[in-house]
């Protein structure tokens, strides 16, 4: 009883997420990339807040709300194709690469790319409207910005 009453305080009191933009669209779809092997790690976390920070000009405070706010995205969005169409339409073909990268970067964050983040990252890429060629080419800048 006492937990359905929190929850129900909780609820109301959280704000109403944003409508997602490129931005948030771009920082929800690294964060189902990382997801995406059922192991959602801390120098993943670290990564995607680094990324959103270098990305968007933002402070390391103003990247670890937006990546909490992605995290909220991500949960509540059932599909990829809701994001990459955002990307795919409000960006032209040299940010959705470097969108890509940026994607590509995350999967490899924990060292090994699983079978899933692999998949993750070839669909979307397929919906960023972005060739093989393109995935070639954002994986070896992402191996590079990795060191």
Do not use: W
């Not at 305080?9 to 964060?31: I, K, N, W």
């Not at 192991?39 to 680094?50: G, M, R, W």
């Not at 995350?106 to 699983?114: F, K, Q, R």
């Amino acid at each position: 009883m006492l937990r359905k009453l929190l929850n129900t305080f909780r609820a109301s009191h959280e704000a109403p997420l944003p409508q997602p933009d490129t931005q948030l669209a771009l920082g929800a779809l690294m964060v189902r990339v990382a997801k995406s092997d059922h192991s959602y790690q801390l120098s993943e976390i670290q990564l995607i807040d680094k990324l959103l920070t270098r990305l968007f000009d933002l402070n390391p405070v103003e990247a670890a709300k937006m990546r909490a706010t992605c995290e909220k995205l991500d949960a509540s969005a059932p599909h990829t194709d809701t994001f990459a169409a955002l990307i795919r339409e409000g960006l032209d073909h040299e940010h959705r690469l470097s969108a890509l990268e940026a994607l590509c970067e995350v999967m490899l964050a924990d060292g090994t790319p699983h079978v899933e983040e692999i998949e993750e990252i070839h669909e979307t890429r397929i919906l960023l409207g972005l060739t093989e060629e393109d995935l070639r080419e954002a994986l070896i800048r992402a191996r590079a910005g990795l060191g």
